[in-house]
């Protein structure tokens, strides 16, 4: 017998939205926005990390602090019969790779990546289309972020 999903109710909606916001809030300030305890606001946080609803908590990194100011998606088009999981482990050494997804249209997967300059865009694009199964490959450079939420 499989166990009843996790109901999600209106303040935990609420909270989510906050910890989305601010991942280091207070349980007293979370309670305060919600108007609950802080007590009850951490036991609702406890219950939906235990639900599998919040699968974790992550740094957001100042991308001009650390230098990976240059934002790139890169469609990558594979020869027939490339299977995900090689895509997937082929990408992983990658540590410009930020995100990647297979999707649907004319390219195979597409992947979202940080570098420094243009020259390591370059850099970084020669070595993906060197993989055996990359047939070819289509990047645009992001500008700017017109709506930007975090998860």
Request: glycine share 4%; with cysteine.
């Amino acid at each position: 017998m499989t166990p009843d999903p996790l109901r999600v109710d209106e303040i935990d909606r609420k909270i989510l939205a906050i910890l989305l916001d601010d991942g280091r809030v207070t349980f007293e300030q979370l309670g305060q926005q919600v108007s609950l305890s802080a007590p009850a606001a951490k036991r609702r946080v406890d219950r939906l990390r235990e639900g599998g609803v919040i699968t974790g908590f992550k740094a957001v990194v100042d991308h001009a602090a650390v230098d990976t100011t240059i934002e790139a998606v890169i469609e990558l088009f594979y020869a027939p019969g490339t299977q995900l999981d090689r895509v997937r482990e082929s990408l992983r050494p990658h540590h410009e790779v930020v995100e990647a997804w297979s999707i649907t249209g004319d390219a195979d997967c597409m992947v979202r990546v940080r570098v420094r300059d243009p020259h390591d865009l370059e850099r970084v694009i020669m070595e993906l289309q060197r993989q055996a199964s990359v047939v070819r490959t289509r990047s645009q450079f992001v500008m700017s972020h017109l709506i930007e939420r975090r998860d």
